[in-house]
């Protein structure tokens, strides 16, 4: 499995890829977005490639998502309490969510911790909710493929906000959630993607192997090419 996974910032090496490299992209088989891009941006990169999206919203650009409906009980009670709204822009929104992506579980995180009363934000508390229902799911998934005698799927976990301890800030803005880390426990994931954190040096990497899970900071683009449990991280 090949994705292309981006997050906060337009990049202009992707665009030129996009435009005047296209061989680097042409064996994407997924766009994972981390958060905090705006939708005609994604628009422009999904319908570029023609590659299917799964996405979690960010803490800006929540509106250009769920529009006029954000505010109403039914919304707020899936985002905040429960799932994504699943297809929004011809993509799957994650948040909250658990699905089956050939032999891997993919599952999905969105906003940041709360730090002013903007939309999509949560507390330790909220986010902890929506991160047990998703471990719950993974629990029955497993035990369907143990009763079906299939192959354990490896878990991929996309996020906009960090963990906590890995890649986090001292500031709430962009502190990351204590519940990620006792899911990583939990569950053990394989790979772990987030975004949110900006950092200096478009050429750095930040990726961090906590027990068997690597985390990585895609901001702003990364290539993320998976061979069973082998994980390689390219910029473009």
Request: glycine share 6%.
């Amino acid at each position: 499995m090949k994705i292309l996974a981006m997050s906060d910032v337009e990049d202009n090496r992707l665009e030129y890829a996009i435009n005047f490299e296209h061989e680097k992209l042409d064996s994407i088989n997924y766009i994972f977005s981390c958060g905090d891009l705006p939708r005609k941006y994604l628009e422009y990169i999904t319908d570029s490639l023609k590659r299917s999206l799964y996405f979690v919203s960010g803490n800006h650009y929540v509106l250009q998502f769920y529009g006029n409906k954000f505010n109403s009980p039914k919304i707020l009670q899936k985002l905040y309490y429960g799932k994504g709204m699943r297809l929004r822009l011809g993509g799957i929104d994650m948040h909250g969510r658990v699905e089956i992506l050939d032999d891997h579980i993919i599952v999905g995180f969105g906003g940041s911790m709360r730090y002013n009363p903007g939309n999509f934000q949560f507390e330790e508390f909220e986010m902890e909710k929506i991160v047990r229902r998703a471990q719950t799911e993974i629990r029955w998934q497993r035990i369907k493929d143990l009763i079906f005698f299939r192959k354990k799927k490896e878990i991929i976990v996309m996020s906009h906000a960090p963990v906590e301890g890995v890649h986090d800030k001292e500031d709430r803005c962009h502190k990351g959630f204590k519940c990620f880390r006792d899911f990583i426990d939990a569950v053990k994931p394989l790979l772990w993607l987030h975004g949110h954190v900006h950092f200096e040096g478009q050429m750095k990497t930040q990726q961090t192997l906590i027990e068997q899970t690597l985390i990585v900071n895609v901001y702003s683009s990364k290539i993320i090419e998976i061979n069973k449990c082998e994980i390689l991280v390219k910029n473009i």
